[in-house]
């Protein structure tokens, strides 16, 4: 290995890319056929998940007992925790929002409460003209995508104003809503065509916070340490359907998304 390799099972909202193995010959297939045994393969693959695995859902008892085994593993093929983290575990917080009430006023009148949307995890939000909100006018669904995407680690506090043709994509507020890292600023949405002169805005948060990690794992390079090569897949599921009285647990042993095995395997 002449370049540091980074393996990491990711968490939640964290968007991760699986590892993959590609054949490129018959030697290449005599090397896999060593490296990725059934057995192994099996193992991994009924230990992450069995029923007291709980569908590892992110914020349950299942979901650490899957991350326990995967940082046991790395532990024995040898990797490194990265620098910074305890042990392999990179710990990092998760809040979800609800707002409990809304009072919006623009250009000194009430403005229809379907109209907006309160992204934040500060538990009051008070805004208006003179508190320092950005203001940004996206033009196009595109533009409006970027837009909240960079807002995902906001660095202020921003007012965006939304054509009314695009009313339909306050509807993604919610799943926003539902995943944030802490933060200080607040992103308001308003769905007019009209000027916003003057704003008005106090509302009132519920927040909950949801304790997460990914696991990594460092297996240090040669001659190129600082070269990077990370392979990485997510480790978390939907957990159980209480509503299914037959079988409720969604273990995910043949779901498509193998990537935190393979990421093992390769090890």
């Given amino acids: 290995m002449h370049s540091k390799l980074i393996i990491s099972l990711t968490a939640?909202?964290?968007?991760?890319t699986a590892g993959a193995l590609t054949a490129q010959n018959g030697k290449t297939d005599k090397v896999l056929d060593k490296t990725i045994t059934l057995s192994q393969t099996t193992t991994l693959l009924t230990t992450l998940s069995a029923d007291n695995m709980e569908g590892r859902k992110i914020g349950t008892p299942g979901i650490k007992k899957a991350a326990a085994v995967i940082a046991r593993q790395f532990k024995l093929a040898g990797l490194?925790?990265?620098r910074g983290d305890s042990g392999y575990y990179q710990n990092f917080t998760m809040v979800k929002s609800h707002i409990l009430s809304k009072s919006v006023e623009v250009n000194g009148k009430?403005?229809?409460?379907?109209?907006s949307a309160i992204i934040s995890t500060e538990a009051d939000i008070k805004a208006n003209d003179q508190s320092g909100y950005e203001i940004i006018r996206p033009k196009d669904q595109q533009e409006i995508i970027k837009v909240l995407?960079?807002?995902s680690a906001p660095k202020t506090n921003a007012l965006i104003v939304l054509p009314t043709k695009f009313e339909r994509l306050l509807k993604i507020a919610p799943r926003l809503q539902n995943n944030q890292f802490q933060s200080r600023y607040s992103t308001i949405l308003l769905c007019t065509d009209e000027p916003v002169n003057h704003f008005q805005i106090n509302a009132t948060n519920q927040l909950s916070h949801t304790p997460m990690a990914n696991i990594v794992g460092i297996l240090p390079g040669k001659t190129k340490p600082d070269e990077l090569v990370i392979f990485s897949g997510h480790y978390d599921h939907l957990g159980i359907d209480p509503g299914n009285k037959t079988d409720s647990i969604y273990n995910s042993s043949f779901a498509p998304r193998k990537g935190q095995k393979i990421n093992i395997i390769i090890l």
């Fill in 12 to 16: 939640g909202l964290l968007l991760s």
């Fill in 149 to 151: 995407s960079a807002r």
């Fill in 110 to 115: 009430p403005f229809a409460d379907s109209l």
């Fill in 80 to 82: 490194k925790p990265a």
